[in-house]
C-alpha cells in the first residue's frame, strides 16, 4: 500500500483501469477487511465470509469499469454493502437448493446454519464496521510515530490497566500517562479525519 493515501474519488477512477493492478491492490488492501466484517456481521461462518469476500472482490473488479460515482445516488460504501449482501443472499438460496442431496443430519445442520444467518440493515452494518475500521487503520498508521513509552501506556489503559498500573509498570507519573493518552487520540482522531476525507 502506497505511504501516500490517494483520494477516494482517484482511487475508485483508478482501479475502473482494470489493466492498473497497483492500483486495484491499494483498493483492495483498504477495502478485503472491511467486506470480510460486514460478513461476519451477517453471521456467516469464516469459510463463508472468506468466499463472499472473494466474490464481492471479483464482482467489484468486473463492475467498477462502470461505476459512476454520484454522491446524490448514495456512498460507495451503501452500493458495496449492497452488493455484499446480494451474495450473502444467493448464498443462502444455493445452500438450500443443495439440502435435498443431503443426508437428515447434514441438512439439519445447514439449515440450523442457514436460519442464524441475518441480513440486518445494511446501512447499519456498514456505517458501525466503517468506524471500526477508520480506527484500526488509524492506529496501524500511527502507532510506528510514537515512543515506546507512549505507545505501551497507550495500549495498556485500551486494556483497561488502571492509570496508576501503568504509571508504575512504565516508571513514568501518572501525569505523563495522561497526556500521553490524550496525544495518541488527538493522532488518531485526526488521522481518522484524514482517511475518511480520503476513503468515505
Not at 35 to 44: C, E, G, P, S, T
Not at 52 to 76: A, H, V
Not at 170 to 185: A, E, H, W
Request: aromatic share 10%; with cysteine.
Amino acid at each position: 500500500m502506497s505511504e501516500t493515501l490517494s483520494t477516494r474519488q482517484t482511487l475508485l477512477k483508478r482501479v475502473q483501469c482494470q489493466k492498473d493492478e497497483a492500483s486495484w491492490e491499494e483498493f483492495a488492501g483498504y477495502y478485503r477487511r472491511y467486506i470480510y466484517m460486514v460478513a461476519r456481521n451477517m453471521r456467516l461462518s469464516h469459510h463463508d465470509a472468506e468466499d463472499i469476500l472473494q466474490r464481492t472482490l471479483l464482482k467489484l473488479w468486473e463492475n467498477l469499469p462502470k461505476f459512476k460515482y454520484d454522491t446524490s445516488r448514495g456512498s460507495f460504501r451503501s452500493w458495496l454493502c449492497t452488493i455484499i449482501r446480494n451474495m450473502v443472499i444467493n448464498m443462502i438460496k444455493k445452500k438450500s437448493r443443495m439440502l435435498t442431496g443431503l443426508d437428515t443430519e447434514e441438512q439439519y445442520r445447514i439449515k440450523k446454519y442457514l436460519e442464524s444467518v441475518q441480513l440486518p440493515e445494511v446501512e447499519y452494518i456498514a456505517e458501525r464496521e466503517w468506524k471500526v475500521f477508520l480506527y484500526n487503520t488509524a492506529w496501524g498508521n500511527i502507532k510506528g510515530q510514537l515512543t515506546d513509552n507512549v505507545r505501551s501506556a497507550y495500549v495498556m489503559l485500551n486494556k483497561g490497566v488502571p492509570l496508576e498500573q501503568v504509571a508504575e509498570e512504565l516508571k513514568i507519573q501518572k501525569n505523563t500517562v495522561y497526556v500521553y493518552k490524550l496525544r495518541v487520540q488527538e493522532k488518531i482522531s485526526n488521522e481518522v479525519k484524514r482517511l475518511e476525507s480520503e476513503l468515505s
